[in-house]
């Protein structure tokens, strides 16, 4: 809805959800549409271990954000 609306936006889902973030995108009509995943799971993990996963997603969620290559 943010995208169609012309704000940049992009989702982040672990890697067991891909199959249902491409379902739904293009349920939404945006089959196109680009995410980031980060490894599954996610709720054992300590602190540090998300923090290491959100610093290794930045890059990518940036450049979906921006649109650069």
Known sequence: MLERA???AVSICTDAF???ARAMA???G???F???TI???IASL???AIDAN???AIPDVVRILTGTP
């Open 18 to 20: 891909v199959v249902s």
């Open 39 to 41: 490894p599954h799971p």
């Open 26 to 28: 293009g349920v939404y």
């Open 30 to 32: 945006m089959p196109d």
């Open 34 to 36: 680009e995410f980031v």
């Open 6 to 8: 012309g704000v940049p």
């Open 46 to 48: 300590d602190p540090g």
């Open 54 to 56: 959100v610093r290794r």
